[in-house]
Structure formats: C-alpha cells, structure tokens
C-alpha cells in the first residue's frame, strides 16, 4: 500500500470519503472483513462512539484489549491509548485515527525528567497514571488509571515510599483518600483544569437538587464540592443508578453523549470552563479526543494506517506494569458499552 507524504507529514490520511456512501454501513462491513474492532473512549465525538464495537474508560479500553481476539484494533481516542493496546497486543495491528491526537497530561511527564526525578528520590517505587507515553510507562512499578488508583494505591504496604505522576490533582486526592503522603509529578489536563468553581456554584444556585460530578482530574476546590468523584465510568455508573433527576457535569463533555443515551428523562448540564464560549474556548472540550472523526475512521480502517509501534526495549519493560495494573484490577468492573 503506498501512503501519501502528505498523509505522513500530517499524521492522518485527509483523502476524501467517496460521495454517496453510507459510511456508518462502509465502516462496519471494513471491520466484518478485516477482522477489526472499534474501541472508542467516552471523550470522543457522540457518532464515533455509535459506531464502536466497545466504549469505555481508560480501564475498561485497556482490560478489553487485553482479551480481543480480533486482527486488527482500530483506538478512537488518544494516542497514549493506542499504545496501551499496541503493549498489551504485540502480534495485532493497532491504529489510531490520527497521530496528533495527544494528551496534554501525557505531554506534561517527559520520561528523561521523570528519570532525573526518580534518581532524585532513592528508594521510591513509581506509579504511573495511564495517560503517559510508553517510555514513561518502562520506568514505572505500577500504572493506574482513574477507576483503578485506590484499589493499586492500597496493594502497597502503608509504609511504602511512593512517586505518583502525571497528575496532580489524581494524584492529592488519592493521598487524600488513603491517608498516604505520595511525591507528586507537577503535571496536569488542560481540560479538566480549566473548570470554573464560580460558574457551577452558580449553575448549582438555580438547579438546587443537582448533583455535582466530578473527575478526579479536576484541582482540589472542584473535587470538594463534588457529590461524587470517579472516572467517567463511574460518574456515569452514578448517574445512571441514582435518584437524582439533575447531574452538574465536571469532565470532557463527550461523556454526556453516554449519559444522555442512558438516562433520557435525566438533565446533565455540563461544567463550564473558566473562558467563556464567547472567547472563542469550548475548554470542556478535549481537543485531541475531537479529531476523531468517521471520515478518519473510514480512511483507518481502509488504508490501515496510521499505525502505533512501540520498540521492543519500551515495550518489554512497559507491559509488566501494565499487566501489574490489570492483575489488580482483574475483580473490578468498569463500565463498558457493547453494541
Ligand atoms: P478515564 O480513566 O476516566 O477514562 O479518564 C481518561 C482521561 O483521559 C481523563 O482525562
Ligand atoms: Fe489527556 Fe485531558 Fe484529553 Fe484526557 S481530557 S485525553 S487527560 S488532554
């Protein structure tokens, strides 16, 4: 198969879908023939995750790859989730929809400066959200992902010298609900960052019996007016179980889209962010989940490309931690959608 420079240099393939097609019909009958399946997080756009075989958090996403016997594993999310996949699936083929898709958080832990860090504070094992690259990941005991962190933070002896990054605000309510005292990476989600206390105190104001979720991502004066803190698994878990009619919603607004599927007679109303749509910001919004799109994944699925590889040194030593993760993990139900 001959790929476009121009595909290479931007990291997706931009040719145009054939007029007249049915692309959802198109895209499913690739996926029957290739023997491919779909996996899409909750952060991307409401069609991509219609169209998925499998939609889920980064826990779910990873445990399900774990086990898919399928060729071909087509991530529709970010590029340290391909990854994950690409670990865990070594002999598949694992695409993504676009090499740009990144993660703010993953870009905020190089893993040369975690390294230096580490050799800093001798005696510290490492534990490693999710969302870091894989390089990060061959330097880390033990990953987790934000369904998971208790439980993986709780295995270790309560005397056990921790290192706990990317993320910050993760990271400080996990010492919160542990009673632990973890070193934390400086690192953090330009998304979940960006929620405005102000606005979703005033949103609370006029719809009084809302109840408040909240992603562990978010800083500390966020998770404390929270009713319920979780991964987007378990805030829609909640949602969808409790009697509440109203849900103020502190994630990437994606997750809605499940929400509402799952619970039509419920109102959520998203948390706003600091900048005002007027400034041209929608910072609910993770930018890389959002280039995701069907036309993309039409063009993934026909051309297989772009395609996630992992060298094998990285490969070899990121997936103990990952398996670490899932062994831990294995009795823990996360939410996943099947269609
Ligand atoms: P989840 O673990 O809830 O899937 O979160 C992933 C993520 O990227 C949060 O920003
Ligand atoms: Fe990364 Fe934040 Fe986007 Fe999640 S929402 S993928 S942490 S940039």
Known sequence: MELKDTWIEKGYIDEAVPEGINLREEIRKMCKDK??????????DGAVQDIADFVGDSLALAQWSAKTDADIIVMCGVHFMGETNKILCPDKKVLVLDLNAGCSLADSCKAEELKTFVEQHPGHKVVSYVNTTAAVKALTDVVVTSSNAKLVIDSFPKDEKLIFGPDKNLGGYINAVTGRNMLLWNGGCHVHGQFSLEKILAIKEEHPDAKILVHPECPAPIQK???VIGSTAGLLNFAIKDDAAEFIVATESGILHEMKKACPD???IPAPPEMSEAAGCSCNECSY????????????????WPTIEVPADIAEKAVKPIEKMLEISKNLKSAMSSK
Do not use: G, P, R, W
């Not at 399946?37 to 909750?42: D, E, K, N, P, S």
């Open 225 to 227: 007016v929270a009713d």
């Open 289 to 304: 989940m959002k280039l995701n799109t069907l036309e993309k994944l039409y063009n993934t699925l026909k051309y297989e």
């Open 266 to 268: 419920k109102l959520f």
């Open 35 to 44: 023997n491919a399946v779909i996996l899409a997080h909750y952060y991307t």
